[in-house]
Nanobody, 117 residues
């Protein structure tokens, strides 16, 4: 079975930093593109950052310069380092794994990140 398990969420002050992690199992992690999405209350889920199997990254405009996505294939884990956090970053952060041959998406349960003003 495929599992994506997020950790590291919580409550932080505006301007602070937080790192969330996603540990994957049941997939050949190294060949999957990975991503982070977030969903704020009453809003659609949005793409935050992605990283390909070769390490190429892309970011939403709203987080460029503040967030960094990375992966450790030896640990089957993808990370999202979040700096200079803003209240509008608040939401449930969800881990995504994309199957390379058909782009099928696996999803984690999500983890709450709350940024206070």
């Amino acid at each position: 079975q495929v599992e994506l398990v997020e950790s590291g969420g919580g409550l932080v002050q505006a301007g602070g930093s937080l790192r969330v992690s996603c540990a994957a199992s049941g997939i050949n992690f190294a060949i999957y593109a990975m991503g982070w999405y977030r969903q704020a209350p009453g809003k659609q889920r949005e793409l935050v950052a992605t990283i390909t199997s070769s390490g190429s990254t892309n970011y939403a405009d709203s987080v460029k310069g503040r967030f960094t996505i990375s992966r450790d294939n030896a640990k089957n884990t993808v990370y999202l380092q979040m700096n200079s956090l803003k209240p509008e970053d608040t939401g449930v952060f969800v881990c995504n794994a994309k199957q390379p041959w058909n782009s099928y998406n696996y999803w984690g349960q999500g983890i709450q990140v709350t940024v206070s003003s």
